[in-house]
């Protein structure tokens, strides 16, 4: 069997030569004209990866389990067998994946000289997309607030209770609004998405330092706000209550971080991850580690380990502490260099999972937004774990999957018809 093409790829060949075609894609045709060389020396222009499309439909389908359900599907996530789970992974692939959409086509970027204006104007054309995507991402946010609060509304005016986070903004819309607009007011389910507005303003500085060759940089001066951050315990305020942000901004911008710099290495060397047998088995005695502290014993008290800091020593989600960041780096890691990621590379393009991948913005709303009903229309005091907690479990799924499935092949159709002219006409699409 050959080597699998893995989500983050790691020893791929030689930069140069000929490129290499994903699974099922056919040849060109002798007459096409060859493709221009990458901007980026040494590089190869980005492959959409089939792989990392599974995987991310996997931590889509855990997202939903662990939102929706109440009882028995909750056990089988991620979050039961480790310090990290399924947001970490979305977060490191977010990072990963703005590196091979945006990078090529930043390279030049800031340059004075009038030879490089073609350079320029690909780089504004890439400051254009994100300004975009910005505006797409908080624009998701707000709707789902918005469905939130006249669900909550519904139930209110229906004499039941919705969820909890939403009862300030029953009692004050008005004065919470500005806060929700301002991305200070984060209710349960609704604190994902303003992690990633704010991720995004980012990748400009990100993408000037490596198109320079500075990825590094850029990564040092990450890696210090994170620990900085997490030792002093700072975070960004919300309203209302003082316990700031759900995904600590200044602490999950560090794993973002780390995401692009693999991207950025797997443009330039198609080794975003080389294969070292040492960290192989570090990476599968750390998780082996976890796993025996999560069903065994559970996560360390705070301050196991004083005077160590807890930032240090405890797995925090909040601020993603240092067990935590490592556990994901881990899982990563050993799954790129295992069978499971054969098995993802298999897969064809309209696999269930990797159609929710390609699509993961609108099929997470979605989710969300079917956990949100699910969650208000549970009847009080039914037991999770009971044969109709389970039975509710069951129909919340299958139902809740029907419809993000739904929408990612709606989806996947739509682009595939829209992009068909212009392939047809011999360019390609942006």
Not at 321 to 336: C, D, I, M, N
């Amino acid at each position: 069997m050959g080597p699998a093409r893995p989500a983050f790829p790691p020893e791929g060949g030689p930069a140069r030569g000929r490129p290499r075609h994903g699974p099922g894609a056919p040849p060109p045709p002798a007459s096409s004209p060859p493709a221009p060389r990458s901007p980026l020396p040494g590089a190869l222009a980005p492959w959409r990866d089939g792989a990392l499309d599974i995987w991310r439909g996997v931590a889509l389908l855990a997202i939903f389990i662990n939102h929706a359900c109440a009882g028995w599907p909750r056990r089988v996530t991620p979050l039961n067998f480790g310090f990290s789970d399924s947001a970490d992974l979305f977060v490191l692939f977010a990072g990963y994946v703005a590196a091979l959409a945006y990078l090529p086509g930043f390279a030049g970027w800031p340059t004075r000289r009038q030879a490089d204006r073609p350079a320029r104007g690909r780089a504004l054309a890439v400051l254009r997309r994100l300004l975009a995507r910005e505006a797409l991402l908080y624009g998701a946010h707000l709707a789902l607030a918005g469905f939130a609060f006249l669900l909550a509304l519904a139930l209110a005016w229906a004499g039941r209770d919705g969820t909890a986070s939403l009862a300030p903004w029953l009692r004050d819309p008005w004065g919470l609004l500005g806060p929700l607009l301002a991305l200070r007011y984060q209710p349960e389910y609704l604190n994902i998405l303003p992690l990633y507005c704010l991720l995004l303003p980012l990748l400009p500085g990100l993408l000037a330092l490596a198109a320079r060759g500075r990825a590094g940089l850029a990564l040092g001066l990450s890696a210090t706000l994170w620990l900085a951050a997490g030792l002093s315990g700072t975070n960004l305020p919300t309203t209302p209550g003082p316990q700031g942000w759900f995904f600590n901004p200044l602490c999950w911008q560090f794993l973002f971080t780390i995401g692009f710099a693999l991207g950025t290495r797997q443009l330039r060397s198609r080794r975003a991850m080389p294969r070292h047998p040492a960290l192989c088995w570090a990476g599968l005695a750390y998780l082996g580690l976890a796993l025996l502290a999560m069903r065994a014993t559970g996560l360390p008290e705070p301050g196991w380990l004083a005077p160590l800091p807890d930032f240090l020593s405890v797995p925090d989600k909040h601020f993603l502490s240092l067990p935590r960041l490592l556990h994901v780096l881990a899982l990563a890691y050993v799954v790129v260099h295992s069978p499971l990621q054969a098995w993802a590379s298999r897969q064809p393009h309209h696999h269930p999972l990797a159609l929710m991948g390609r699509h993961s913005l609108p099929v997470f709303c979605a989710g969300t937004a079917a956990a949100l009903l699910a969650t208000a229309l549970r009847p009080p005091g039914l037991a999770p774990f009971g044969p109709g907690g389970l039975a509710l479990d069951l129909l919340v799924l299958t139902g809740g999957l029907a419809a993000q499935l739904l929408l990612a092949r709606w989806l996947d159709g739509r682009q595939r018809a829209a992009t068909a002219p212009t392939l047809a006409s011999g360019t390609v699409p942006g």
